[in-house]
């Protein structure tokens, strides 16, 4: 496999697997539960940017959430 096949395959598995964890933090509250996988690309200046807009979206989902008092009449 060339270098670039292996690389955007892992930047993909990443995104997907970033996608997935912040799905499961939004509908159940857990952690990632990849937290104790390492990410040897990233940097940590840029690992926690994106996992600060994580909870940045995750909060936002919660907050626009109707609350089920609220529709109900």
Do not use: I
Not at 6 to 34: C, E, I, M
Not at 42 to 62: G, H, I, P
Request: glycine letters at 2%.
């Amino acid at each position: 496999m060339s270098l670039k096949k292996s690389q955007r395959a892992s930047a993909k598995l990443q995104s997907t697997a970033s996608a997935y964890a912040a799905a499961v933090y939004a509908k159940t509250g857990l952690d990632s539960p990849f937290n104790d996988v390492a990410s040897p690309g990233l940097e940590n200046v840029t690992l926690n940017s994106l996992l600060a807009e994580r909870d940045a979206l995750a909060s936002q989902s919660k907050k626009t959430t109707p609350d089920a008092s609220s529709t109900a009449l």
